[in-house]
């Protein structure tokens, strides 16, 4: 089994920055592929990010280069860089594996971006 902790949300105006991090735990053998996901008040999850366990990323349309995510595999760690943050970024941050096999869900970790 692997747990899945997300930290670094916050409140910050439009066009400031965060850093997000994910922190695994467990069977680490498990992890390969992770990615970022993200859930808005009324909305669907949705997908922001994915980054292989050989570091090769991709973006979705709305956050691409603006997020960067990254891993540090001997912390068993992912890793979201958000600049230019939007208003439309609000959401609470998730990370999960990026197979077809995820990992419960954590609790994530709340991004508000005030206009």
């Known amino acids: 089994q692997v747990q899945l902790v997300e930290s670094g949300g916050g409140l910050v105006q439009a066009g400031g920055s965060l850093r997000l991090s994910c922190a695994a735990s467990?069977?680490?053998?498990?992890?390969?592929?992770m990615g970022w996901y993200r859930q808005a008040p009324g909305k669907q999850r949705e997908w922001v990010a994915t980054?292989?366990?050989?570091?090769?990323?991709n973006y979705a349309g709305s956050v691409k280069g603006r997020f960067t995510i990254s891993r540090d595999n001997a912390k068993n760690t992912v890793y979201l860089q958000m600049n230019s943050l939007k208003p439309e970024d609000t959401a609470v941050y998730y990370c999960?594996?990026?197979?077809?096999?995820?990992?419960?869900w954590g609790q994530g970790t709340q991004v508000t971006v005030s206009s």
């Open positions: 999960n594996s990026a197979t077809q096999n995820p990992f419960a």
């Open positions: 980054i292989s366990s050989a570091g090769r990323t």
């Open positions: 467990g069977s680490s053998s498990s992890i390969n592929a």
